[in-house]
């Protein structure tokens, strides 16, 4: 990865921002003296029933302990909706589109308050209580947004699952977080797929059968297709919903009672539900979201993550509204039903931020310039990404091509556990370094240690840690402690592990180099796998690639390359010259032991590369592949076993 370009800030003339580098720095210096003092001022941001006095109190030693404004009262829908009804309760809050269902439904403040409290009374109604969980498994609808925050609203705990789980996967879930009850849709659109959510449903609480808690099934009516209802167990979402009173009083809420459990993407092993706490996430996420994408008054943002992962939590319900601004939600796909899909709603909607993903980014590029250059994209002011490490190639085509360079791109890295954004720049202020996620925010003190577990200082690499604890840190692995202490906490006993390998330059950026086990250790040499993928990023004829180790008998372990070829250079690209490259590029001793040209690479639902399966596959162990659940697409793994162990 090359430290050299830098984009100045300058560069950016009237970029609207209210921050300096001077009042940057003066924050980053009182956080860092006055911890809990910074903090508190910081809470101010949301509503408090009752204010905290209290910052951080807790431990990252023994039986980890994590605890936020513990003395503060609050109801975190109160702070998205109901302090906004004075002044924006005319506001668009949020935008909903459907593919193919004709302009998007458009709510204001006051609107969706009303939604809220109508489903809040149902919910009660059916018997939910504080405390209790509530599954919310919908595609990209305003009744998503709707659901977690009347689920917000009662004090339940909601569980936002992955539209298209298997059957077993959503079982699993249900019965791993007790959930009472399900807030799901008849069916799902993805492109010309449609997917029967109800029916997958049906099957996974038929077979969690008794294990499972749930009592009550809403269904919001998603085609004209009737569904199959249970009497007694299910409802039609708005037939029973919509006669529900428009006011519910919000329960008060202690700081630390959980306000969501957030299945991780799987991209490592067996998912974790990870709790957040309702003081502590609501200050992160807004005090994030407004570090990095301040929306100013006529902002559109659009996130198109599903809310199905962190960043639909942080990044498209709960930042954006805490903050007073309009979030935008849509079911489309970029390329369906034609390419440039995402464009035309930019222009449509007048978009100003776009936060997308590196594997959306890799496959509009993939499409070609003339696509993007059929649009007016002059709404845009900002670009955002999170999810994967981007090469610097993909970062500049984003910053180029669709943001005309204009528009600075936000590189940011954070994960369930952190709630929020961790790592990134404030866009018009800080230098952007194409391929870096930046620095870490003000209250953030990221640590890089060595392969011993010392914090190394300056120029570094190895693990990334946070050393102090963050108001938005996961509290715990729901019904697992244990496992949450050891995930987290016993790599390098008194900091926070976050599993992934960093290179901080001298500047202070940082470089995500991969997972922690995704660092290749060849003859001594470390080896990240981004750095073996930005390499191949840079070669147009490749769509994307992963990079994994395996055991090597003389070397410890050797490098093996998995490449999916753009599909009009499928012909001329040729294992032997991918292998040169990397030669070339990164020196002998990275010599790849195989390179396979394969169709597709297995992915998280949330669109990640598993790199842990490609390593079993590549290292002959295909008969323990593990936990498939998360994928999107299991035949993948089938296609690629094919391509290097031959038909099986
Ligand atoms: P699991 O924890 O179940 O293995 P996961 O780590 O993919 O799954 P998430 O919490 O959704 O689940 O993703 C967080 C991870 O995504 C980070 O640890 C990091 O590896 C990767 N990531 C997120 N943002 C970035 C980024 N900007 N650059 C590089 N990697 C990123
Ligand atoms: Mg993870």
Known sequence: ??????????????????????????????????????????????????????????SFEGDVSIKWFEDGLLNVSVC????????????????????????AEKLTYAMLHERVCRLANALTHLGVEKGQRVAINLPMVSEAVVAMLACARIGAVHVVLFGGFSADGIAERLVDSGSVAVITASVAYRGAKIIPFKEMMDTALYKA???????????????????????????????FVDSFEVDFVPV??????????????????????IVHACGGY??????????????????????????????????????????GGTTMISDSLPAYPHPGRWWDLVDEYKVTMLFSSPTAVRAMMADGDDVVNRHDL???????????????????????????????VADTWWQTETGGIVLGPIPGVQSLKPGSASRPLPGIEMAITDTRGRVVQGVAEGSLCIARSWPGQARTIWGDHARFCQTYFTKVPGLYFTGD?????????????????????????????????????????ILESAA?????????????????????????????????????????????????????????????????????????????????????????????????????
Not at 510 to 537: C, P, S
């Open 1 to 58: 990865m090359s430290d050299h370009t830098v984009i100045q800030p300058g560069h950016y003339k009237g970029y609207p921002t209210t921050m300096t580098r001077a009042s940057l720095d003066a924050m980053t210096r009182q956080a860092r003296k006055d911890q809990d003092g910074f903090w508190l001022e910081q809470a101010e941001r949301v509503h408090w029933h009752k204010k905290p006095t209290r910052g951080f109190e807790g």
């Open 80 to 103: 998205c909706l109901d302090r906004y009804l004075t002044d924006k309760a005319d506001q668009v809050a949020l935008i909903a589109h459907r593919e193919g269902h004709g302009p």
């Open 209 to 239: 059968g008794a294990d499972s808690a749930v009592h009550s099934v809403l269904v919001v009516r998603t085609s004209d297709d009737a569904v199959p209802m249970l009497p007694g167990r299910d409802h039609d979402y708005h037939d």
């Open 252 to 273: 008060i809420m202690k700081a630390e009672d959980p306000l969501f459990m957030l299945y991780t993407s799987g991209s490592t092993g067996k998912p974790k539900a």
């Open 282 to 323: 609501i200050v992160w996420a807004s005090y994030t979201m407004d570090m990095v994408y301040a929306q100013r008054p006529g902002d559109v943002l659009w996130c198109t993550a599903d809310v199905a992962w962190i960043t639909g939590h942080s990044s498209v319900v709960y930042g954006p509204l805490a903050n």
């Open 378 to 408: 002059s709404s845009l002011r900002l670009l955002g990404i999170a999810g994967e490490p981007i090469s610097p190639d993909a970062w500049l085509w984003y910053h180029d091509v669709v943001g005309k360079k204009r528009c600075p």
């Open 501 to 541: 390998g960093a290179r901080r330059d001298a500047d202070g950026y940082y470089w995500i180099t991969g997972r922690m086990d995704d660092v290749i250790n060849i003859a001594g040499h470390r080896l990240g796998t981004a750095e073996v993928e930005d390499v191949l990023g840079e070669d147009h004829r």
């Open 548 to 648: 994994v180790g395996v055991p090597h008998p003389v070397k410890g372990e050797g490098l093996v390359v998995f490449i999916m070829p753009r599909k009009d250079s499928a012909t001329e690209l040729t294992e032997e010259g991918v292998a040169r490259l990397i030669t070339q590029r990164l020196g002998r001793y990275a010599a790849p032991e195989a390179v396979y040209l394969v169709p597709d690479l297995p992915r998280t639902r949330s669109g990640k590369i598993v790199r842990r399966l490609l390593r079993k596959i590549a290292s002959g162990e295909t008969e323990n592949l593990g936990d498939l659940s998360a994928l999107t697409d299991p035949s993948v793994v089938g296609a690629v076993c094919n391509r290097v162990w031959g038909a099986m």
